[in-house]
DNA sequence: CTCCAGGGATGAT
DNA sequence: ATCATCCATGGA
């Protein structure tokens, strides 16, 4: 099968699929499979920076998922110059939010609750697998994600079935409001930040955290800025090493003044830095 | 306010 | 090889 090629200068393919935002994407040799939306995609990079190559998807998909036009240069003149900052943007080069799917990051944010990446993943391909479709690309199997009325079909312990836990009854309900469009994903493009982050959180299983990483990675809500246990961990010990208690509170303040207008990102080069770092340390 | 639910990878012993 | 720890939401 023969690729398409698309230039992707400052983008680092692997790293944006390994940094926590996104959970399906497998390696097979020097590429990733998965599917945007519903079309298989190979896909691969030489090294960060070089030329995108894929199968199985229009170019302008790519482009949009990937999210090729922010101009990642001047997002990253907005972040505050401190040391920390600094330290993550120089080994996040080329890290990108995606965009997203609405329903499929909802859903995926709403089984990761009290999970760790790996754990997601495995939710994930157990989902695609048993009540996504099947698709093949470049000779590798992979699966759709099951849309909301599909899962709205499904029964709780079938869910439970997947390893979601007590996720699986929230992850029905919210199946059921968002098919019934008694929550209408796309229609809430439209609406403020305040307005969408409340919405999100009026879903079952959803709250700040997880309403913030669909805003983020959904709803291109740049300056959404979610705070997990590893966010939380450099916010208390590099920003304020001498304070005794922060609450989620006082977090979210400072978070908010003090990042920009691309707290987003900068939550995300934090994030990924302070998870991979803190790996390798043995 | 506290406690707890599901569970597999990861790290510590 | 066993044991403890990681994790965010919502309900009791």
Redesign the pocket.
């Known amino acids: 099968m023969k690729l398409k090629v698309i230039p992707a200068p400052e983008f680092d393919l692997a790293m944006t699929l390994d940094s926590g935002q996104v959970f399906h994407w497998r390696r097979v040799g020097g590429g990733f499979v998965g599917t945007i939306g519903n079309e298989p995609i190979y896909i691969e990079q030489g090294e960060a920076g070089e030329p995108l190559r894929f199968a199985g998807g229009a170019t302008e998909l790519i482009r949009d998922y990937f999210a090729l036009d922010h101009s990642l240069s001047s997002i990253c003149a907005s972040f505050p110059k401190d040391a920390v900052m600094e330290e993550a943007r120089d080994f996040c080069r080329g890290l990108r939010i995606i965009r997203q799917p609405k329903w499929i990051c909802l859903a995926s944010f709403i089984t990761?609750?009290?999970?760790?990446v790996?754990?997601i993943r495995?939710m994930s391909e157990a989902l695609r697998r048993r009540f996504g479709n099947r698709r093949e690309i470049c000779g590798h199997e992979t699966h759709t994600f099951p849309g909301a009325a599909r899962v709205a079909l499904a029964s709780e312990a079938e869910l439970?079935d997947c390893?979601l836990?007590?996720r699986a009854k929230?992850l029905l309900a919210t199946a059921r409001r968002v098919s019934s469009s008694q929550a209408d994903l796309e229609k809430w493009a439209d609406l403020p930040d305040a307005e969408l982050r409340a919405l999100l959180c009026g879903l079952?299983?959803?709250?700040?955290?997880?309403?913030n990483c669909v805003m983020l990675f959904a709803y291109e809500r740049l300056q959404a800025f979610p705070i997990?246990?590893?966010i939380a961990r450099v916010l208390k010990q590099r920003y304020f090493p001498r304070k005794r208690k922060m609450t989620e509170r006082a977090m979210r303040e400072f978070a908010q003044g003090y990042f920009g207008e691309h707290g987003g990102y900068a939550q995300q080069y934090l994030f990924h830095h302070a998870r991979k770092t803190s790996?390798m340390k043995?």
């Open positions: 990761s609750s009290m999970k760790q790996a754990h495995q439970r390893a836990g007590y929230n079952p299983g959803v709250g700040a955290k997880v309403a997990d246990v590893w790996r043995k």
